[in-house]
């Protein structure tokens, strides 16, 4: 973790202005974008910190929908996946506006029930590139694409696949 600057505090946690909920580190939050016709910013907290004044600043790695990434949404995107970053920024800490959670992708597909607050992530997104890692992942069926969890997928009794 980096050093924090003079006259700034690490702070363990700080609770979202009109809620009782705690964001620590790690932590991943939901952020009010400045245009209120856009989905919240969903983003994962590294680093809490308050100057001298007490304003506090969160620093960020920022997860990317996938129609905001260089190739834009495709078929087999999922309606709830993100794309984890490699852009960091610092925040305002009272831009924060929930908290949600980011599920591996493996996790999610395994959720009974998928809640406002639940997200996916299998892929990491390199923004100066649109670079992803894993470059590729594995395909289904005979469209041979990659999996939606939003589509219902049936296994052949012939061949296993699904």
């Known amino acids: 973790m980096a050093k924090t600057k003079p006259g700034k505090k690490d702070l363990d946690s700080y ?6 909920k705690v964001v620590k580190p790690g932590d991943c939050v939901l952020m009010r974008p400045s245009d209120t016709d856009k989905l919240p910013y ?3 907290v590294e680093k809490i910190e308050a100057d001298h004044r007490n304003n506090v600043k969160v620093r960020v790695r920022w997860y990317y929908r996938p129609e905001e990434s260089i190739g834009g949404r495709r078929q087999f995107h999922g309606a709830k996946e993100l794309f984890l970053s490699d ?3 610092v925040q305002s800490a009272h831009t924060i506006e929930g908290k949600c959670t980011v599920h591996s ?5 395994k959720l009974e029930n998928v809640g406002a607050e639940d997200y996916f992530c299998r892929f990491e997104y390199k ?3 649109g670079g992803f890692t894993p470059d590729r992942v594995a395909v289904y069926c005979k469209c041979e694409m990659p999996y939606n969890p939003d589509d219902l997928m ?8 699904w």
């Open 15 to 20: 609770t979202i202005k009109g809620t009782n």
């Open 127 to 129: 923004a100066s590139t």
């Open 42 to 44: 969903v983003a994962l």
């Open 87 to 89: 852009h960091y920024d």
């Open 154 to 161: 049936v296994q052949c009794e012939g061949c296993k696949d």
């Open 105 to 109: 992708f493996k996790n999610y597909s």
